[in-house]
């Protein structure tokens, strides 16, 4: 046995953990063992010398799910023959599981998808693909500069990142990745693997045979797949390319600033959180994936509004729509299982009655939309299958094949002979263990069973004296002694061998069943793709029910009106105050740059961020929470707003707020949406002033796009009164009885006060302190120098006052006059 344990750890990879099954237990031997105890948290122990540790196999997921999110890789050694007396049990490596590539659906969560992913530098091109080993998705993308790609990394969030060896120094770094072959991810190698695997002559029908980075690193993940895991990939759907230019960017600090998928007060207080009504796990991935990849494409976003708004024109449609959907279950991942050959009889059971629900879904859709839509005729027709696994398969099927009553009764006749033989043996015995009990005396006779003796009479030691001279003794137990009659052995025969062949004969109708099932393999992810677009639709036609969204209207222009906009995830999760509605104008000739002043606790990230939010829903499809919204397409949004110290990368606060800073000037464009909130606050004073007036000069002068800058430096004021398209804006708030009151009302006009010493008070600073810092205050504005105080406002464009300046010797730079 370790003979053959050592063979097959050899032909593994060095830092892959073989579970070797042994009976009820997989046992781990040698590094191994060494390895995993302490993950595991069990016994260390030793058999022969050589360390050895073990976990029950009826308990093994929850262990593998230990290792794996450990980093580490398990390969699962079966056994495929059943236990003989005197003879070696045959065993082989079933898979090889990762943690890009589980194949046990209760190890993920069914709202995201697990993702392996690869990167790849060819010449100045950086490759990324990604797989989903469980739906079969898989895409592509190359990007030009390490920015985009790393964003698009922390987009995806792979489990498992496959880096070429020979590109480590430049990778090395990136997060949850594995160093694989080099060769495998070289372009001419990869190519050859893709066009040998989807049987095709060339990737130009993928659009990706100019894509040699990309088309590479989707060679080595499928290379990885076949050769090292040894996993089935046939369902896996040809590459589609995922092209930047046809989305939004919002880089990973942006996507982190917005909580648009992830927040560190929980999913409910994500955009995500808010919109995700739908009732299939595959709506829900789909929703996250929109999320993420917001749109630039008009045409696509405007038929994902229309189907939104007939939702909502008829709303018995979508309440019959959304009762349909929860009936609907994982049909992508279930396929893919069934497809690899790991799928059970409950994964067929639970497809069949997902599929029962199609034809009303596409009938009620239709009702709606075009039946020529491609959405409605990318529902297929699955009654015959469904009609077969509903004749076929059992009401109640185990999980475990081997455990029998998977298929009806019914259903074959050669199956229904053989349980009889079966059922009627076992009703033998039971009369059996009665007629003995009373031909003996001995009223506590049993007839038992077990694998090592199969069918035996069982007699208590204080019933010995009554055993019958037929009965042969088989085994002494401390209490009792264990006997085998003639009749009871040839009975034990037919209903062993009954039932051995009733199984055998159970796993090929079932294989048969299974294999039927990936027949309709590409109409069956087409289908789901389709449901889960729907789920989507009403999941936010829903919510835009529930929460009076309106539908923007999406143009290509640069205009961004808002009436009475919310913030859409402040909205639904308020629960002891009303949210306060505001306007924007974001005008490109007037406004387009925003100068946002007022007390902190007023509500200006709030405000800035709602309309990032907005924009996202906008170009998601989604309906969006406002009175009226018209909105110009965006191509990237950034948010920069309070950052912290990147203590792994040695960068201070200040640091990281100019990095972030630095991205958005190297790469907004006159058609981006900028969030700024409190640029240069990390630095003494009148430095970050500095900093803050050139960047928004920079961000109107050169880039022109739209911009939102929250700012506490009063002095920025000044710049509606320079420059043509900067306007002014405050957070309204009411001063009584020496405090004040915040009314969360974006108005005209700047700020005439920071209020920070009121603040201060409501959060609890000891009234000594408050009082002190009060004196500090009037001494500091009693002798300070300050610009004459003079009318601001968005339309304050002119005439430029004259400002009291420093002298050329003051410590304070002239940052008023002109340049």
């Not at 299939?280 to 996250?288: C, E, S």
């Not at 639970?350 to 709606?368: C, F, R």
């Not at 009106?561 to 306060?580: A, N, W, Y």
């Not at 700047?750 to 209020?755: Q, T």
């Amino acid at each position: 046995m370790m003979a053959q344990y050592l063979a097959m750890r050899k032909s593994l990879p060095a830092d892959i953990i073989l579970f070797y099954r042994l009976g009820d237990f997989y046992e781990m031997f040698y590094e191994d063992a060494k390895t995993a105890a302490p993950i595991l948290n069990v016994a260390l122990t030793k058999r022969g010398g050589y360390p050895m540790c073990g976990v029950p196999y009826h308990a093994a997921q929850g262990y593998i799910a230990r290792l794996l999110k450990a980093g580490k890789r398990v390969a699962i050694a079966e056994q495929t023959s059943e236990p003989k007396p005197g003879k070696l049990v045959e065993r082989e490596i079933a898979r090889i599981l990762t943690a890009g590539s589980i194949d046990d659906l209760t190890l993920l969560d069914d709202q995201r998808p697990n993702y392996l992913a690869a990167v790849f530098r060819h010449g100045k091109k950086l490759g990324l693909a990604c797989v989903d080993h469980t739906t079969g998705e898989f895409t592509i993308a190359e990007f030009a500069d390490d920015g985009q790609l790393t964003d698009e990394i922390a987009r995806l969030s792979p489990s498992e990142l496959l880096i070429p060896d020979h590109q480590t120094d430049e990778f090395g770094a990136l997060v949850n990745c594995m160093v694989y072959d080099g060769y495998s991810f070289l372009p001419e190698h990869a190519t050859q693997l893709l066009k040998d695997h989807f049987n095709v002559h060339s990737l130009d029908g993928f659009g990706c045979s100019e894509l040699h980075a990309a088309s590479g690193c989707a060679g080595a993940i499928l290379h990885y797949l076949l050769h090292q895991l040894r996993r089935p990939c046939g369902h896996l759907r040809p590459p589609r390319v995922r092209e930047s230019e046809s989305h939004v960017l919002i880089d990973a600090s942006s996507q982190r600033n917005l909580d648009l998928v992830d927040s560190r007060s929980g999913k409910a207080h994500t955009l995500l959180g808010v919109l995700d009504r739908t009732a299939t796990p595959m709506g829900a991935r789909l929703l996250r994936d929109w999320i993420l990849h917001p749109l630039r494409d008009l045409s696509t976003l405007t038929a994902r509004q229309d189907i939104i708004a007939a939702f909502l024109a008829e709303p018995f449609l979508l309440s019959k729509c959304r009762d349909s959907l929860k009936g609907i279950r994982d049909i992508e991942r279930t396929t893919s299982r069934l497809s690899q050959g790991s799928g059970n009889a409950r994964d067929l059971q639970s497809l069949g009655i997902s599929l029962t629900h199609i034809p009303e879904l596409k009938d009620d859709l239709s009702s709606l939309i075009s039946e020529d839509s491609a959405l409605v005729n990318a529902l297929h027709d699955f009654t015959d299958l469904t009609d077969l696994l509903a004749a076929a398969l059992a009401d109640e099927p185990p999980a475990n094949l081997r455990d029998g009553g998977i298929i009806r009764d019914g259903w074959s006749q050669e199956l229904d002979e053989l349980r009889s033989a079966a059922r009627g043996g076992k009703d033998w015995i039971a009369r059996l263990q009665e007629d003995e009990r009373q031909r003996t005396g001995i009223d506590s006779l049993k007839i038992k069973f077990n694998n090592v003796f199969g069918y035996f009479i069982e007699v208590t030691t204080s019933n010995l004296s009554k055993v019958p001279d037929d009965y042969t003794r088989k085994q002494t137990m401390a209490n009792a002694e264990r006997y085998i009659t003639p009749g009871l052995k040839e009975m034990e025969n037919k209903v062993l061998g009954s039932e051995e062949r009733s199984k055998q004969l159970e796993n090929e109708l079932f294989l048969q069943l299974r294999s039927q099932v990936v027949t309709h393999l590409s109409r069956l992810q087409e289908t789901a793709a389709a449901v889960a677009e729907i789920d989507v639709l009403c999941a936010l036609a829903e919510t835009a029910q529930l929460h009076r969204h309106c539908r923007p209207n999406l143009h290509e222009g640069k205009d961004f009106f808002i009436k009475d906009g919310r913030h859409p995830v402040l909205e639904q999760t308020l629960t002891d105050t009303k949210f306060v509605p505001n306007d924007t104008e974001l005008d490109p000739e007037d406004a387009r740059l925003q100068i946002l002043t007022g007390p902190n606790m007023a509500g200006k990230s709030t405000y800035i961020r709602q309309i990032a939010l907005i924009a996202v829903m906008a170009q998601i499809g989604a309906f969006v929470p406002a009175e009226e919204a018209t909105i110009g397409l965006v191509d990237r949004i950034f948010c920069r707003v309070g950052a912290s110290d990147d203590l792994s990368r040695g960068q201070s606060t200040f640091m990281v707020e100019m990095s972030e800073t630095a991205l958005i000037l190297n790469h907004a464009t006159d058609r981006s949406l900028v969030i700024l909130d409190e640029i240069g606050r990390g630095t003494a004073t009148f430095d970050g002033l500095s900093i803050a007036w050139s960047v928004a000069e920079h961000l109107h002068d050169v880039i022109g796009c739209r911009t939102l800058f929250a700012t506490h430096y009063h002095e920025l004021t000044d710049l509606a009164n320079t420059k043509v398209a900067v306007a002014n804006y405050n957070v309204a708030v009411r001063e009584w009885n020496d405090e004040i009151i915040f009314l969360h009302k974006i108005l005209p006009g700047a700020a005439d006060k920071s209020y920070g010493i009121q603040v201060a008070r409501l959060a609890g600073l000891p009234k000594p302190v408050v009082e002190r810092a009060k004196a500090i205050l009037s001494h500091l504005e009693l002798h300070s120098v300050k610009p004459e105080a003079k009318t601001r406002g968005p339309k304050a464009k002119d005439t430029v006052q004259d400002h009291q300046l420093p002298k050329a010797n003051s410590p304070q730079m002239d940052l008023f006059a002109d340049f």
